[in-house]
């Protein structure tokens, strides 16, 4: 079993940033690959960002890329989402998700799913 909790989010302004963390737990949690997915009011989750169990591989959403980034502490059992220039279009909420293999934007391959972390941006 692996357990995710998220933080970091809140109300911020058009251009500012935000970095959400995610702490994992679990005796085998650092061996996850873990992603970022979000859901807007009314739409379906999408994927954001995911990175491999060492840190080194990543992948991103188009709409994202360039501004986020996704990393990773395994000795602080941590994954963040560092998210600048921020835009109204990015309010959601984000979930952190753990993957036994790196799944990438497959939101079927992650198992575990944090409760999640409201991140609102006004314009």
């Known amino acids: 079993q692996v357990q995710l909790v998220e933080s970091g989010g809140g109300l911020v302004q058009a251009g500012d940033s935000l970095r959400l963390s995610c702490v994992y737990s679990?005796?085998?949690?650092?061996?996850?690959?873990m992603g970022w997915f979000r859901q807007a009011a009314g739409k379906e989750r999408e994927f954001v960002a995911a990175?491999?169990?060492?840190?080194?591989?990543?992948s991103y959403a188009d709409s994202v890329k360039g501004r986020f980034t996704i990393s990773r502490d395994n000795a602080k059992n941590t994954v963040y989402l560092q998210m600048n220039s921020l835009k109204p279009e990015d309010t959601a909420v984000y979930y952190c998700?753990?993957?036994?293999?790196?799944?990438?934007?497959?939101?079927?391959?992650?198992?575990?799913w944090g409760q999640g972390t409201q991140v609102t941006v006004s314009s």
């Open positions: 998700a753990a993957a036994l293999a790196y799944g990438g934007s497959v939101s079927g391959a992650y198992a575990y």
């Open positions: 990175i491999a169990r060492g840190g080194v591989i990543t």
């Open positions: 679990g005796r085998t949690a650092a061996s996850y690959a």
